[in-house]
């Protein structure tokens, strides 16, 4: 690397960091409203040995500026019943929130209350306090360990994680929300303790190819078919990065040598498309020259960790029943907010009427017989003739519309369970122009990126 | 088999041959012909050691009635040179080409004489009188080792060879010509010979499946890489059946089990079919909704041997680039007479002007910055994008319709030296309607077997 690009990646780091670095004052506050709410639950729960414990990237210091999330855990005896855990839990939980701005509860594993204070958002969450990772009661319970964990071999590499989480975020594969599938905080933390810096990461992701695997304890004990494995330090057995999707990790890799190459601070700002208005889709439409075809309907109301799977499985679904009657799928994409929007752009909207249908090969006596009687004279367009060795027949093709195609198939395609609900209660098929007819701006943002990538 | 099917077998039997059996009329003209050809040659050649012989199926008593086709050849002592045999060959030939109605010059290994004797169409070819069938010098002196086997083997089964290859006519399968690629007559006679009757030959083909070989003299040396292999019993290397083409054959296989079912004379009379009117083509045109797209160009003045290959050659190669450019091919044809035309039946002659094209994989530095760099805001619909762990980029599709296409490749398609020599004089593409400019009355009846198969 030349002096130019460290002077240049030198100037980017002071800069991003200055943007993204916690101040005292945010600190101070951050600390204090931590220290307060532990200081309940400590107080409510000290007759039961239950204690509060501030967990997650503000426990560690590697929280982005402006982030505000606190993680605060309600942790019980592991002896306790999980019965117990979540009736207890809650109550704790809702007491303190007594003096939030406000407050909703929420439900992952066990339910939990999400609330603010002070304009920092906090969940409160119940979990039981074990001894060892190996005999978590629930997923929560291993948070604790990673707390630990990271907390031992972070001290002065705070500012590089600060620095790999925002290049994360600005090339948009940050957060390992399902919605997302990127890169969880966690995962960052541990990149930085097993290379060591920001720039180390980077250098050795543009190296990467195939499947990666890290295990910075060396103690994995399965085998992981995931795009990236980081045995988690704090159980052999687990993949830190399951979640993490190829293209995400590819991206990464991607924009790891770009920015080797060329630093530059737009890494570290997440571009967000300026909506699309109807001439510039017209435009686009017209310049393409291929159909859009888009399933319209209500959202479920679920959060986003449940919906959006439903949603990918949806659209993966209907690529292939597209596929499977020859339309042909260029690119697709899902959009939700109160209405939710499956969006495929294919070859073409129009197949002719006419295809040709594949029969049995030459010599299976029974399977021919079937097909012939079946096809004799019944909505063909043609005699019953050999190809290559095989029977065929030009027949009525069943959809030569896709839209045709969506409006009998949907029902019939494998949906997730609350989309298969909703999809009961009605959804429209647009094409094309149609598809102008939703007017939302976060829509027509996710419209752009989904013509120009 | 009940003996209804097997009565409907009798009087169908009874009622073709009755059709295609040479009467005593025929057969005493055709003797007298043929005895006064070879007598003329035996005179002109007694003292060179050159002799007239008859071969083929009127040698054999296995022609069908009305085919008038007598092959004689002028044999040679195996001594002599092949440029004495054809220039002497040639120059007999043409002495007794003088008493004939009308004869051409005409070229296959060597030189030969076609001429018409009182209505009967004569083959006078010169070849080497050899004494075994592995010293032949040229193809055309296996003939009458050919002769000699079918001779000794066939007393008796003349009607049931009539009635095989009346059957082969009848289901469009019979003739080795390279235009039709079906099956000789003598692998018909050997079929018989093999099976021991006409029926026998159907009971087995009707079972036939994979590659089928037959090996009467059980002598076969070679492996043979054909859909069916009958080894030559004059020739342990050579494969009776290798310019059979798998469709041909399983039509035959086909018909052969369909006929043991509901024998029917129909099955012994070729459908010829009508030519297809303007108004009927627009109809299919419409009803299919596929498109049409057709080359047509001065056929070169070769014989169907040396043309057809070609023809098929130049559909595959087509066919292929269409392929390659998106556009579906559901079907292709040829036909020539003066004109040639090769023809595709295709999903749509249209495809959109966007096309997504894949770049390399990730990992590779090498090749993704020669695509970056290529791809980068040159001609490009979108971004460079990864998708399941490639570089993508949606690029301007090379050709957006099929007919642009074909004016672009097909001088670059891999085409015969013939062809390609009228190609490079002008060629016209024609889609749909403007098909309908080529009139011909036997392109018509091409054409809706085209459609209808």
Redesign the interface.
């Known amino acids: 690397m030349n002096d130019l690009i460290k002077n240049r990646i030198d100037a980017n780091r002071r800069s991003v960091l200055l943007r993204i670095k916690p101040g005292d004052e945010e600190r101070i506050k951050l600390n204090s409203i931590a220290g307060s709410l532990i200081g309940q639950i400590n107080e409510i729960g000290k007759n039961e040995g239950i204690s509060g414990q501030l967990v997650g990237s503000t426990a560690r210091g590697t929280w982005l500026s402006g982030e505000h999330d606190l993680d605060i855990f309600i942790m019980f005896p592991p002896e306790k019943e999980r019965k117990y855990l979540e009736e207890k839990g809650l109550d704790i939980a809702r007491k303190i929130a007594q003096g939030a701005d406000c407050f909703e509860e929420r439900y992952a594993e066990h339910p939990y209350i999400n609330a603010v204070f002070s304009g920092f958002e906090v969940d409160l969450v119940p979990a039981f306090s074990v001894p060892y990772a190996s005999e978590i009661k629930s997923a929560v319970d291993r948070t604790p360990f990673h707390n630990a964990f990271v907390l031992k071999k972070i001290a002065g590499l705070e500012d590089e994680v600060l620095l790999l989480k925002q290049f994360m975020k600005g090339i948009g594969v940050y957060g390992s929300e399902l919605r997302k599938r990127g890169f969880s905080g966690y995962l960052a933390e541990l990149l930085v303790i097993n290379f060591g810096s920001f720039m180390n990461v980077l250098d050795a992701a543009c190296g ?3 499947r990666i695997t890290i295990d910075i304890e060396k103690h994995g004990t399965l085998a992981h078919n995931d ?1 990236m494995v980081m045995i988690d330090p704090t159980d052999p057995a687990r993949n830190v990065a399951a979640v993490l999707s ?2 995400n990790l ?2 990464f ?2 924009r790891a ?1 770009e920015f080797l190459k060329n630093p530059d601070e737009r890494y570290f700002t997440l571009h967000i498309p300026e909506p699309l208005d109807n001439v510039e889709f017209q435009r686009f439409l017209k ?5 859009l075809i888009a399933v319209e309907f209500h959202a479920p109301d679920e959060v986003d960790d449940v919906l959006y799977p439903q949603l990918y499985k949806m659209e993966e679904s209907i690529s292939q029943v597209l596929e499977k009657f ?1 339309f042909r799928v ?2 697709s994409g899902v959009w939700a907010a109160r209405k939710a929007v499956v969006i495929f752009e294919i ?2 909207a129009r ?4 295809k ?1 249908h594949t029969g049995p ?5 029974e399977h ?1 017989d079937a097909f012939k009687s079946k096809y004799k004279d019944s909505n063909v ?9 095989r029977y ?1 027949v ?1 027949i009525q093709r069943k959809y ?1 519309n896709a839209k045709g195609l969506m409006l009998s198939e949907l029902p019939k395609c494998g949906l997730g369970k609350h989309i298969s609900m909703s999809i009961k209660e009605g959804y429209k098929v647009l094409e094309n122009e149609e598809i102008l007819a939703i007017e939302n701006e976060d829509f027509r943002r996710f419209l752009r990126s989904f ?3």
């Open positions: 990467w190819k195939g795009p190829l293209d590819c991206t890799i991607d040598c310049t393409r020259g291929s159909s020859d260029y690119n070859e073409s197949l002719p009427y006419v040709r090969e030459i010599g299976f006596r021919i367009f043609s005699r019953i003739y050999i190809r290559n060795g065929m030009d030569y013509f120009i990538k």
